[in-house]
Each structure stands twice: as C-alpha cells, then as structure tokens.
C-alpha cells in the first residue's frame, strides 16, 4: 500500500528522464507511457514502475492525475454523462474517454487496428505492454494505483480486463480480480474535494466504493465506511474545514522540526495552504499530504 502511493507521487513529479528511484529496501525501474485519449491527443499519462524484491517481482501500473493547466483532461473530469456497456454497467463518461474509449462506435473492441504512425489509446497501449512484461517472468504480478483522475482510470482499467474476459492479465493482478479476491481502498484525506465529488447522494446517479482510509491532518488513520463530511457541501462543517485549513498551515512551517529536513515544504505548497483558508479542502488533494500520510501514517500496517 504503502508503495503504490509513493508510486503515485513518482508519477505526479517525474519527468520524462526519470529513470530510477529508492524507496527503503524497495529498487524502483520505471517506464513512461504517453499515450492517447479517445480524440488521439495524448493526454493521458502512466507508469509502471517495477518492484524486484527476492521473493516476488511486482509491476506497479500508476496513473497520473490531471494536470493544472491541462484543459483537456479537465474538460473530462467534468464530463459527468453516463456512458452504458453491456455487461459493464453505467459509469463516468470522461473517465472511459481519457482511458481510451473507440470514438468511432464508442465502446471498447477488444482488438482495434493498429499502424505505426499511430499510438495505440490508453487501454490498448498499457494492455499490450503489460503483457510483454509479464510474459519475461512467470512468477510477476502486477497491481493498479493512482491519484484524482488517475484513481478512477486505476477501477476502470481491469474492469475493461474483464469485458475483454483478458483470463492472463487478469490472473496475474495481484489479489485476483477473476475470483473476485482483490481489495480496493479509497485513500481519503482529511476534508479533500476530490473524493467527495460529484456528491454522493441519494438521488445522484454516482457512487462512491471500496474500503475508506481515512487520515486526518494529524496522519491518523482508521478504517471507515464513509469519509466524514461526504459530500463536502455542508454549513455545519464549514467552521471546522477553515480550523483545520489554519493548523495545516501552521503544520507547514513546524513538520521539518519534528520530523527532519525531508518535510520541509516550499512557499508553493504553503501558498496552496494559504489558499485553504479560502476554499477548505482544495490544497488537501495535492499529493504532498498523501505521501505523508503513507510514511507516517497509522492505519497501514492493519490491513490485511
């Protein structure tokens, strides 16, 4: 768990020439994909990174989530349509469009034709190389993660898998998605937007799912159904968002003193705090809190 999320900020701040990383025991290879959305521009980003340990080498395919000044991947998020597959169910329309979703017939052929002038969309693309990577090691699974936009390419990507009834990737996912074995968690901190919408009302047509982590600004973490204040919209928390918007501000320029040199924050981030106060919960989606909450959190180590 702990490496997916450090995953996700690898992809959130790695550029093109990033080659290699370190984390603890952990060495880290990564590839970059660069591939399509269903207009042909590439806008969709991912790595998969490569865990070697002694007993089991794990790919971890990582999603990256929308960039600031991206107007395209926003104009997808905020694509909030339904779009119905047969077998699959209704899901977010943006979301099936950024991993790749036909244009032509708008659905998801399981073979598609392919030149060399020109990339294979997202699914197909990671699909493919996927399979050549495990291919070389019999005994390599692999395990999906990702952060805002990125979180929800990570659910639909073997939920595609399965469409395609893909039996080898499938197998190879760590937890098994065929026999229904895998675990999904939704990491939720503290009063973060992002999670909480679109609202997840009575009415509404979207739901949120999957076991919650939920941390709050302390990095204290506990299992829960919900996250607190689940639809963010709520004038009986907009007292306690701005308190807390304040101490996280405070937290910015204290963290280094109690935990070293490595959780000094710069005057961006704490510009982004500043922000907070005015609009509680926006600066909680950077992925700076989410990395924290992996290293010093307190919930990790009782997952099963």
């Given at each position: 768990?702990?490496?997916?999320?450090?995953?996700?900020?690898?992809?959130?701040?790695?550029d093109?020439?990033?080659?290699?990383?370190?984390?603890?025991?952990?060495s880290?290879?990564?590839?970059?994909?660069?591939?399509?959305d269903y207009?042909?521009?590439?806008?969709?980003?991912?790595?998969?990174?490569?865990?070697?340990s002694?007993?089991?080498?794990?790919?971890?395919?990582?999603?990256?989530?929308?960039?600031?000044f991206d107007?395209e991947?926003?104009?997808?998020?905020?694509?909030?349509?339904?779009?119905?597959?047969?077998g699959?169910?209704?899901?977010?329309?943006?979301?099936?469009?950024?991993?790749?979703?036909?244009?032509?017939?708008?659905?998801?052929?399981?073979?598609i034709?392919?030149?060399?002038?020109?990339?294979?969309?997202?699914?197909?693309?990671?699909?493919?190389l996927?399979?050549?990577?495990?291919?070389?090691?019999?005994?390599?699974?692999?395990?999906?993660?990702?952060?805002?936009l990125?979180?929800?390419?990570?659910?639909l990507?073997?939920?595609?898998?399965?469409?395609?009834?893909?039996?080898?990737?499938?197998?190879?996912l760590?937890?098994?998605?065929?026999?229904?074995?895998?675990?999904?968690?939704?990491?939720?901190?503290?009063?973060?937007?992002?999670?909480r919408?679109?609202?997840?009302l009575?009415?509404?047509v979207?739901?949120?799912?999957?076991?919650?982590?939920?941390f709050?600004?302390?990095?204290?973490?506990?299992?829960?159904?919900e996250?607190?204040?689940?639809?963010?919209?709520?004038?009986?928390?907009?007292?306690?968002?701005?308190?807390?918007?304040?101490?996280?501000?405070i937290?910015?320029?204290?963290?280094?003193?109690?935990?070293?040199s490595?959780?000094?924050e710069?005057?961006v981030?704490?510009a982004?705090?500043?922000?907070?106060?005015?609009?509680?919960?926006?600066?909680?989606?950077?992925?700076?809190?989410?990395?924290?909450?992996t290293?010093?959190?307190?919930?990790?180590?009782?997952?099963?």
């Amino acid at each position: 768990m702990k490496l997916c999320t450090v995953s996700i900020y690898f992809s959130s701040n790695a550029d093109n020439g990033y080659e290699y990383g370190y984390l603890d025991s952990h060495s880290l290879h990564a590839s970059h994909v660069d591939s399509l959305d269903y207009q042909g521009k590439a806008t969709t980003e991912a790595f998969i990174l490569l865990d070697k340990s002694d007993n089991q080498d794990t790919y971890i395919l990582t999603f990256r989530g929308t960039e600031l000044f991206d107007g395209e991947q926003w104009a997808g998020d905020f694509d909030i349509s339904w779009l119905e597959l047969p077998g699959l169910g209704k899901t977010h329309a943006g979301f099936m469009e950024a991993l790749g979703l036909q244009r032509s017939n708008m659905g998801w052929p399981k073979q598609i034709e392919t030149n060399h002038s020109h990339t294979l969309e997202a699914y197909y693309f990671i699909r493919d190389l996927l399979k050549t990577h495990l291919k070389r090691n019999d005994k390599a699974k692999f395990l999906l993660t990702g952060h805002s936009l990125g979180g929800a390419l990570a659910i639909l990507f073997p939920a595609i898998l399965m469409l395609h009834e893909e039996s080898f990737l499938l197998e190879r996912l760590q937890g098994n998605l065929k026999d229904n074995g895998i675990k999904f968690y939704r990491i939720v901190y503290s009063y973060d937007i992002i999670p909480r919408f679109p609202p997840d009302l009575k009415d509404t047509v979207f739901k949120h799912f999957g076991t919650c982590l939920y941390f709050d600004r302390n990095y204290n973490g506990k299992k829960v159904q919900e996250e607190p204040n689940k639809n963010y919209f709520s004038l009986s928390t907009i007292i306690p968002m701005s308190v807390n918007a304040f101490w996280e501000l405070i937290r910015s320029f204290t963290m280094v003193y109690r935990y070293g040199s490595e959780y000094q924050e710069g005057w961006v981030l704490r510009a982004f705090r500043l922000v907070g106060l005015i609009f509680p919960g926006v600066p909680n989606h950077l992925p700076q809190d989410y990395v924290n909450l992996t290293r010093l959190g307190s919930v990790f180590s009782k997952i099963d």
